[in-house]
């Protein structure tokens, strides 16, 4: 299967950690990725972690996976106002990357 | 400088025309993808290349045809074309391993009218 679903939005205040939440339904993946879409802008690769791992960080970006529930989530600390964004996760499926729905962040000052 | 790069930026059109679009990378990658954003933001890949060899290609209409004369070189070429058809395109291209992701281009924004 293909899914990859997220919730579509998020609302957090300045300072606070955001946490966002993917769901996948491949457990063949070797890998799995956060992107973050600006506005009016392409997708920029944040991170990613390896299928073997269960959790990631990467300075303020932490990624967990659980791979028995086929959940992944990437937890932003100190969330900023620049972090205002479109956070994609994806899912790479035999050559191809699946894109989850997208969750917008929106970061309230 | 840019890695992935496509033009135009912008295209306007009416029905029924047909259109290119292109896209280049200067990352030495070997595949190459192009990607339809709606306007629910939804992605969804619709080809992919590599090197010229055609590898990847989802139930996209006939209208649609991408071409590679090279491996760093992905154009997208539609005929005919339909209101359903105004989204954005995005390109992009990836190394053979996977832990890099894949590099987008900034997008091409197509209206149909």
């Known amino acids: 299967g293909e899914d990859v679903e997220q919730s579509l939005f998020l609302s957090v205040r300045e300072g606070d950690s955001s946490v966002i939440n993917c769901t996948y339904t491949?457990?063949?993946?070797?890998?799995l990725y956060w992107y973050k879409q600006e506005p009016g802008a392409g997708l920029q690769l944040l991170t990613y972690?390896?299928?073997?791992?269960d959790m990631k960080q990467d300075q303020r970006l932490t990624v967990l996976l659980n791979k028995k529930d086929k959940h992944l989530s990437l937890r932003i600390a100190d969330t900023q106002t620049g972090d205002s964004a479109i956070y994609f996760c994806a899912d790479d499926q035999g050559g191809k990357l699946i894109f989850g729905q997208g969750t917008e962040l929106s970061v309230k000052p | 400088d840019t890695a992935v790069s496509q033009t135009p930026k912008y295209l306007v059109t009416q029905m029924g025309n047909d259109k290119s679009i292109k896209c280049e990378q200067n990352l030495g990658h070997d595949t190459m993808y192009w990607y339809k954003q709606d306007s629910k933001k939804f992605l969804k890949i619709m080809f992919s290349?590599?090197?010229?060899?055609?590898?990847i290609n989802e139930t996209v209409p006939n209208r649609f045809s991408p071409k590679s004369p090279d491996k760093a070189h992905l154009n997208l070429h539609i005929n005919s074309l339909e209101l359903g058809d105004s989204a954005v395109y995005f390109c992009?291209?990836?190394?053979?391993?996977?832990?890099?992701?894949?590099?987008f281009g900034s997008g091409t924004r197509l209206t149909v009218v």
């Open positions: 972690i390896f299928s073997n791992m």
């Open positions: 290349y590599n090197n010229k060899e055609l590898i």
């Open positions: 491949d457990s063949s993946s070797t890998y």
């Open positions: 992009a291209s990836s190394p053979e391993s996977l832990n890099y992701g894949y590099t």
